[in-house]
């Protein structure tokens, strides 16, 4: 089971949300904890960040694994238009 660490950009991100959609986003990244490359995610190319991206409805979770602490950051949720 790998750690989550939440950024504070992910947690200011997070907080703005409307409830509905703070529930399903929040799901999803419970569920990461024991699949931090379930299927469907996507590794990211050519962006500042690296690392990988879950999406839920129009909404994005940007996030960074470390295999060797068992470790997974979330970085950033934003909709999509904005990632």
Known sequence: ????LIKHSAERDLRKLPD???RRINDKILASRD???PPGVRKL?????EGWRIRV????VL?????????AT?????HRREV
């Open 74 to 78: 979330i970085v950033r949720v934003k």
């Open 35 to 37: 699949d931090p490359r």
């Open 20 to 22: 509905v959609i703070f």
């Open 63 to 71: 996030y960074q694994i470390d295999d060797e602490a068992q470790s």
């Open 45 to 49: 190319v050519g962006s500042n960040i």
């Open 1 to 4: 089971m790998y750690t989550l």
């Open 57 to 60: 409805g129009d909404y994005r």
